[in-house]
């Protein structure tokens, strides 16, 4: 099997930023699962699609493609639409959270996240990667925060954009998420004893690219 490294988390744990850089350093492919369910639900949103409703989102997920191009600052496309600053609202981030618990979704996007990677390796980064969607892999990262943290970094970049931001509000969505994301009865958040489990709260993303990075060639070196 090509190199697959597994990066779940909870939102705000800096999964994003890590996997690229990891991907980067180890040479390999990044595929962001999360904007996947992103991209979905930002479409269910346009469309006005229940985002419960699993009959719809099969159909929408069905006849949806999504893209990622490569390099500095890597794109999401959507139906060939550069969704990337699109999909990182609050609101499609809930809306992601309530996809990623409909079945027929789930099954179509880890069908896709299993082709890419069985074809060219990949860091993957989402919820379920190394319990779920390669659980095979040896190279299994958990990153997690505390939850004012989190919603420190997502209130922090929502300022950052411009974008109107109380501080509770963006802290009241997190722990809702969290409570959705762990509970849900596909697949939920959660990681067992075959992870390496990274406490982000204090450290920088240096050092958590170069803890990932260490362990996997570590790894590598023993088998």
Known sequence: MNLIVA???PSGVGKSTASRRVASALAIPHID?????????????????DTH???????????TRIDFLPGDRPRVLLNGEDVSAAIRTPQV??????????????RALVRLQQELGRRNGGVLEGRDIGTKVFPETPHKFFLRAHPEVRARRRFDELQ???????????????LARD?????????????????VVIDTSNLSIDEVV?????????????R
């Open 160 to 174: 950052a954009r411009g974008a109107g931001a109380n501080f509770e509000t963006v802290l009241a969505e997190t």
């Open 179 to 195: 409570e959705q994301d762990t509970t849900r009865a596909d697949s939920p958040l959660r990681w067992d004893e075959s992870y």
């Open 33 to 49: 699962t999360g904007a996947m369910y992103r991209a979905i639900g930002l479409a269910a949103l346009r469309e006005k699609i």
């Open 210 to 222: 170069e803890a990932i990075v260490g362990t996997v060639r570590k790894t590598m070196n023993e």
């Open 7 to 9: 990066i779940d988390g």
């Open 53 to 63: 409703d699993e009959g719809e989102l099969g159909r929408l997920t069905a006849r």
């Open 93 to 106: 981030s809930m809306a992601a959270s309530d996809v990623s618990t409909v079945p027929t979704v789930r």
